[in-house]
């Protein structure tokens, strides 16, 4: 690796951990739709970054898996803020999340496995914060109920995350 991408991985990874601080802003609906939206964009992102980079089965297996859930999520996401005048979602990933799938493109082959499976143990964290905060301080019932349904299923991505990880030898 150049000095020039070092550079620029750090300069990345520094921008990461200091917006990492805006998941306390969801509490509010507008928040929490643009926030959780943006998530679900980025899962997509990174998820077909996976499908066309990766040779591991188990890696492209949960990658189709990100793909279907979360587009999922945000379609009913999408319906609920479409019947209410003041929530709009998200159309972009976040900042953060543009610059952690910039991280993976730079990976090949088995590398990239470890940190794309690194990657989702993070942003499940993440999302799955970002959730409970709102299913338990949310304003908006229908996002509430929203937030409380969906987590299961982003608990289940975070475990199968971390088996991932674990199998291809990155950090947890």
Known sequence: MNST?????SGTTAILFGMAANLALAADGE???????????AEIETAKLALD??????????????????????????????QQEDLEISDNATLMDKAKAMILQFREGENFDKAYANNQVMAHEQTIKLFREYAQNG?????????ETTL??????????QELASTHGAKQ
């Open 139 to 147: 304003e908006n019932a229908e996002l509430k109920q929203f937030a």
């Open 31 to 41: 928040n929490f739709v643009d926030e959780a939206s943006a998530k679900g964009i």
């Open 53 to 82: 980079k990766s040779d591991s089965e188990d890696v492209r297996s949960f990658a189709q898996k990100m793909i279907d859930d979360h587009t999922q999520a945000n379609q009913k996401l999408a319906e609920i803020a479409g």
């Open 152 to 161: 299961p299923k982003l608990e289940q991505h975070l475990k199968h995350a």
């Open 5 to 9: 991408t070092k550079a620029f991985l």
